[in-house]
């Protein structure tokens, strides 16, 4: 059964709420008294409206975060990342970048994951939804972009892979759906030296904290802090540990770095006090 | 003034039932107002911290995955006064098969309540700021306890009464008891209570059949 839950996730998911409804509508059926306001049927129609009010509350939500006026929904583009060095660069073959341009602007806090959903990846996609960190965002002429890590496994983000590029190509944008922010942000302001670890993909979610610390540390006035990430990747050949003055990467010339190398280059850039 | 009739104030005075949903919707708000809680009586002393906010780690084996890590101290306390409300509910004032029979469906009904929320719990553990292993972890008691006094009104009813699969209630039945114990076969073999595995295959295996 375990194995079924892990290889068809979905599936189960679904299968596991239709199974639900059906208890409820089974255990109102036996029920003797059909009175909705006497038990046990009262509480059966509270579990109902409870489910449905959370139901609401999902999709209005949703609807919020992805629709506005003259900007229909967000977009969604691919792009393979590339392992930069003097002689050439290398596509990285396990995972990709998905930026997803905002329809409505939000600022990500750290801590905090999105449920993705882009149903032109494959026939499914549209019944598919898969929580993710936000590592970083950015601004361009055209709006927020907010950018997904996604290491390559199987379903959805395999299916991925089938739609990157590398340009600036507006055909290959698709429609995405975002759920969400959910998560809270752990409060990291009170402490002096602050260490972040992460393995492999993991570090999509300490990335901005790390963003947001040195964003504070710039606008506050107090001086005395210092920050280290300590990031493992999962092959022996391709593991390390980085403390250098603050979350300088030893492991950037790694290929697996490449997953936050311009991010990196970005905070190092920021990080001008070397904290 | 007209005095009411003994008989009508009985009627009035709620029932262990009631006054179990009372409080289970109370432990509700307490495990969803726990972010606030926590930090007020930390606030307050901080020997309650040293009391609430300790990580759990049960070492029997099959345990840990059913509590669900990282847990505090205080999910524990919540999910012990649970199981506790339960007993004392399904024990307390049941004299024979029939109110066995009766209450045990009418807990199961009632702890199907909080069980809804577990829908999508995203917006609940970010609204109220709980930690989501702690809401999925509840919710997994909720459900393994909800299925088990399912069950248990299925072994009761089953001893006291045939089931006739020719009337909707009959099918009803049929159903609640093989999606029960399916879903605890599934439940146990897939959050790792690798103990209760056999037993419950076993339940979920001989169930269907002898209501069929």
Same mark, same amino acid.
């Given at each position: 059964?375990?194995?079924?839950r892990r290889?068809f996730y979905e599936i189960f998911q679904k299968l596991h709420l239709i199974l639900a409804a059906t208890l409820i509508a089974?255990?109102?059926?036996?029920?003797?008294?059909?009175?909705?306001?006497?038990?046990?049927?009262?509480?059966l129609f509270a579990a109902i409206c409870l489910q449905i009010a959370i139901g609401a509350l999902r999709f209005v939500w949703t609807l919020y975060r992805n629709i506005?006026?003259?900007?229909?929904?967000n977009?969604?583009?691919?792009?393979?990342?590339?392992?930069?060095?003097?002689?050439?660069?290398?596509?990285?073959?396990?995972?990709?970048?998905?930026?997803?341009?905002?329809?409505?602007?939000w600022?990500p806090r750290?801590g905090q994951y999105v449920y993705l959903s882009i149903p032109?990846?494959?026939?499914t996609a549209f019944v598919q939804s898969h929580p993710f960190f936000v590592?970083?965002?950015?601004?361009?002429?055209?709006?927020?972009?907010?950018?997904f890590?996604?290491?390559?496994?199987?379903g959805f983000?395999?299916?991925?892979?089938?739609?990157?590029?590398?340009?600036?190509?507006?055909?290959?944008?698709?429609?995405a759906i975002i759920e969400g922010p959910y998560g809270k942000?752990?409060?990291?302001?009170?402490?002096?030296?602050?260490?972040?670890?992460?393995?492999?993909?993991?570090?999509?979610?300490?990335?901005?904290?790390?963003?947001?610390?040195?964003?504070?540390?710039?606008?506050?006035?107090?001086?005395?802090?210092?920050?280290?990430?300590?990031?493992?990747?999962?092959?022996?050949?391709?593991?390390?540990?980085?403390?250098?003055?603050?979350?300088?990467?030893?492991?950037?010339?790694?290929?697996?770095?490449?997953?936050?190398?311009?991010?990196?280059?970005?905070?190092?850039?920021?990080?001008?006090?070397?904290? | 003034?007209?005095?009411?009739?003994?008989?009508?104030?009985?009627?009035?005075?709620?029932?262990?039932?009631?006054?179990?949903?009372?409080?289970?919707?109370?432990?509700v708000v307490?495990f969803y107002a726990s972010h606030?809680?926590?930090?007020?009586?930390?606030?307050?002393?901080?020997?309650?911290?040293?009391?609430?906010?300790?990580?759990?780690?049960?070492?029997?084996?099959?345990?840990?995955?059913?509590?669900g890590?990282?847990?505090?101290?205080?999910d524990?306390?919540?999910? &012990?006064?649970? =199981? @506790?409300?339960?007993?004392? /509910?399904?024990?307390?004032?049941?004299?024979?098969? $029939?109110?066995?029979?009766? !209450?045990?469906?009418?807990?199961?009904?009632?702890n199907l309540m909080p069980l809804a929320l577990g829908e999508r719990m995203n917006p609940m553990a970010s609204i109220f700021r709980v930690r989501l292993s702690a809401s999925a972890s509840i919710h997994g008691w909720l459900g393994s306890?909800v299925?088990?006094?399912?069950?248990?009104?299925?072994?009761?009813?089953?001893?006291?009464?045939?089931?006739?699969?020719?009337?909707?209630?009959? &099918?009803?039945? =049929? @159903?609640?008891?093989?999606? /029960?114990?399916?879903n605890?076969?599934r439940a146990? $073999?897939s959050e790792?209570? !690798?103990?209760?595995?056999?037993?419950?295959?076993?339940?979920?295996?001989?169930?269907?059949?002898?209501?069929?």
């Amino acid at each position: 059964m375990a194995y079924v839950r892990r290889r068809f996730y979905e599936i189960f998911q679904k299968l596991h709420l239709i199974l639900a409804a059906t208890l409820i509508a089974a255990i109102y059926l036996h029920s003797a008294s059909k009175n909705l306001l006497k038990t046990p049927i009262v509480y059966l129609f509270a579990a109902i409206c409870l489910q449905i009010a959370i139901g609401a509350l999902r999709f209005v939500w949703t609807l919020y975060r992805n629709i506005k006026h003259r900007n229909p929904l967000n977009r969604a583009t691919v792009k393979t990342i590339t392992y930069k060095t003097k002689e050439r660069d290398t596509p990285v073959s396990d995972a990709v970048h998905v930026h997803v341009r905002l329809s409505r602007p939000w600022r990500p806090r750290a801590g905090q994951y999105v449920y993705l959903s882009i149903p032109g990846v494959s026939h499914t996609a549209f019944v598919q939804s898969h929580p993710f960190f936000v590592p970083w965002w950015y601004q361009d002429a055209e709006g927020d972009v907010i950018v997904f890590i996604v290491e390559k496994r199987k379903g959805f983000t395999q299916d991925l892979f089938h739609h990157t590029t590398n340009d600036v190509d507006q055909r290959k944008e698709m429609r995405a759906i975002i759920e969400g922010p959910y998560g809270k942000e752990l409060d990291l302001e009170s402490y002096a030296t602050i260490l972040l670890f992460a393995t492999g993909i993991g570090i999509a979610g300490q990335l901005p904290y790390i963003t947001q610390l040195l964003e504070r540390y710039h606008n506050s006035g107090e001086k005395n802090r210092r920050i280290a990430v300590f990031w493992e990747l999962d092959s022996e050949s391709k593991c390390s540990n980085s403390h250098h003055q603050g979350f300088l990467l030893t492991a950037s010339q790694k290929v697996d770095s490449a997953w936050v190398a311009d991010m990196m280059m970005e905070l190092l850039k920021r990080d001008t006090d070397a904290v | 003034m007209s005095v009411p009739h003994p008989s009508s104030l009985t009627n009035l005075a709620m029932d262990i039932t009631q006054w179990y949903a009372v409080a289970l919707g109370g432990l509700v708000v307490l495990f969803y107002a726990s972010h606030l809680i926590i930090k007020m009586i930390i606030k307050i002393s901080c020997f309650f911290k040293h009391l609430f906010c300790p990580q759990v780690r049960l070492s029997m084996r099959g345990f840990n995955r059913c509590i669900g890590f990282p847990t505090l101290r205080f999910d524990v306390v919540l999910v &012990v006064l649970f =199981l @506790v409300g339960n007993a004392i /509910c399904i024990t307390v004032g049941v004299k024979d098969i $029939a109110s066995l029979v009766e !209450r045990s469906a009418l807990l199961c009904t009632i702890n199907l309540m909080p069980l809804a929320l577990g829908e999508r719990m995203n917006p609940m553990a970010s609204i109220f700021r709980v930690r989501l292993s702690a809401s999925a972890s509840i919710h997994g008691w909720l459900g393994s306890v909800v299925i088990a006094e399912g069950l248990v009104h299925i072994a009761a009813a089953l001893s006291s009464q045939h089931v006739n699969i020719h009337n909707t209630s009959g &099918v009803a039945k =049929l @159903v609640v008891s093989h999606l /029960c114990s399916c879903n605890l076969s599934r439940a146990n $073999a897939s959050e790792g209570c !690798r103990c209760w595995r056999g037993p419950t295959v076993l339940f979920h295996g001989i169930c269907t059949p002898t209501i069929l």
